[in-house]
């Protein structure tokens, strides 16, 4: 399996709507490789997030050349064969962490019930608490019983990407992951998901708007536009040069 994710052709609408939210979308994502996408609010990236998933509205209008995930092709419409793979072979860090979490019930039993029913893993208290240490949250032990409320924004954001880290996914969609987390927690975290990714050939998609995370660690960018491709650049002898079109430059303040 040359790559995990192979997309030809994409192009998803609303069910009300002739004007598609994605057009002639393609892409390729290898593994051990770290992908941004970047793009004006309302481009396509979230509606792009979500069908890796398989997670698209009801009645939405989907078309494709090819949808292949790890060397196999998915349809829209076999959501057994999705709910395999979700939370598994690909796992995403939310941007808004407070959403990942039900209100009225502590992080911790709902951290090991996804473990237990998603992962086949059954780590205890300890082990959850031991593995949040190394992702800078202070007391794990009173984390882990506290409710979603009690917990900074930062924090949860922390245990997000350490249940991302923790599931082994192939792929991890990161949707703006470092948000909540000031300049040094953002390092740190950085550093952990990129040891990750080179121990266990996993790659990252991430979404986002900081250029200065994406000029760090992405070998590939994408840029769209009203759903639309309009670039793709690699990173050559660590730098990425040779933006050609007017909307990357103008996006990235290159001009």
């Known amino acids: 399996m040359s790559s995990y994710l192979d997309i030809a052709g994409l192009k998803i609408s609303p069910a009300n709507l002739n004007k598609p939210i994605l057009e002639n979308f393609s892409w390729k994502v290898e593994p051990g490789k770290v992908y941004a996408l970047i793009g004006e609010s309302g481009s396509g990236k979230t509606t792009f997030a979500f069908s890796l998933f398989g997670m698209l509205p009801k009645h939405s209008k989907i078309f494709y050349d090819r949808f292949n995930l790890f060397g196999e092709s998915y349809n829209f419409w076999e959501n057994q064969k999705w709910k395999a793979i979700r939370g598994k072979k690909i796992n995403m860090i939310p941007q808004n962490s407070h959403l990942a979490f039900h209100p009225f019930r502590t992080i911790g039993s709902q951290v090991q019930e996804y ?14 608490c031991d593995h949040w240490d190394q992702f800078g949250i202070r007391d794990s032990k009173r984390s882990f019983h506290s409710l979603p409320s009690q917990v900074s924004g930062g924090e949860k954001q922390r245990i997000t990407i350490a249940m991302a880290q923790f599931s082994e996914s192939e792929i991890i969609l990161a949707d703006e992951p470092t948000t909540a987390l000031d300049p040094i927690q953002e390092k740190n975290m950085i550093e952990l998901l990129m040891n ?34 309009v670039e793709v650049n690699s990173r050559v002898n660590g730098i990425f040069s040779n933006w050609n079109s007017d909307y990357a430059r103008e996006l990235l303040g290159l001009f």
């Open 115 to 128: 473990y237990s029913s998603v992962l086949r893993k059954n780590p205890s208290e300890r082990e959850c």
């Open 196 to 229: 990750s990714l080179k121990s266990k050939n996993r790659s990252i998609i991430l979404i986002t708007h900081n250029l200065k995370l994406m000029e760090r660690i992405a070998d590939e960018v994408m840029v769209i536009k009203s759903g639309k491709i």
